[in-house]
C-alpha cells in the first residue's frame, strides 16, 4: 500500500505563496501530481510531473499556468508544488496523488490517479 503525506498548506492573502509538499512511500513513483476539491466543486487536477531515465514532462491545468510549479525532490518520491500569485479561487483541498502516466513526444496525454493522500487545506483572501 502506498501511503502520501502532504504538507504546507495554510492561509495567504490574494498574490501570496505557498509551497506544498509530498512525501510517498513504496517504490519510485515515476508520474505524481497535485489535485484540489474547492468546498461545493469536484476534484480537478491542478499539475502533473513525470520523470523517467532523466526525461521530465509536466502537466498544468489552464487556471494554473504560468503561477504554480510542480516538481519532484531530491529525496526518492518528494514532490512539490510552488503557488506563485495565488487568488481567492485556488482556495480548497489539496491533493497528492501517484499516477498511471502515459508519455508521448514529451507530453503527459493519459494520467490516471493511484493513490491519494490526505490532502492539505489553503486558504487564500482577497
Known amino acids: 500500500q502506498v501511503q502520501l503525506l502532504e504538507s504546507g498548506g495554510g492561509s495567504v492573502q490574494a498574490g501570496g505563496s505557498l509551497r506544498l509538499s509530498c512525501a510517498a512511500s513504496?517504490?519510485?513513483?515515476?508520474?505524481m501530481g497535485w489535485f484540489r476539491q474547492a468546498p461545493g466543486k469536484e476534484r480537478e487536477e491542478v499539475a502533473v510531473?513525470?520523470?523517467?531515465?532523466?526525461?521530465?514532462?509536466?502537466y498544468y491545468a489552464d487556471s494554473v499556468q504560468g503561477r504554480f510549479t510542480i516538481s519532484q525532490g531530491d529525496v526518492k518520491n518528494t514532490l512539490y508544488l510552488h503557488m506563485n500569485s495565488l487568488k481567492p479561487e485556488d482556495a480548497g483541498e489539496y491533493y497528492c496523488?501517484?499516477?498511471?502516466?502515459?508519455?508521448?513526444?514529451?507530453?503527459?496525454?493519459?494520467?490516471?490517479?493511484?493513490?491519494w493522500g490526505q490532502g492539505t487545506q489553503v486558504t487564500v483572501s482577497s
Open positions: 496523488a501517484t499516477l498511471g502516466c502515459t508519455v508521448a513526444k514529451g507530453e503527459i496525454i493519459k494520467r490516471k490517479p493511484e493513490y
Open positions: 513504496g517504490y519510485t513513483h515515476t508520474c
Open positions: 510531473i513525470y520523470t523517467r531515465t532523466g526525461t521530465i514532462s509536466t
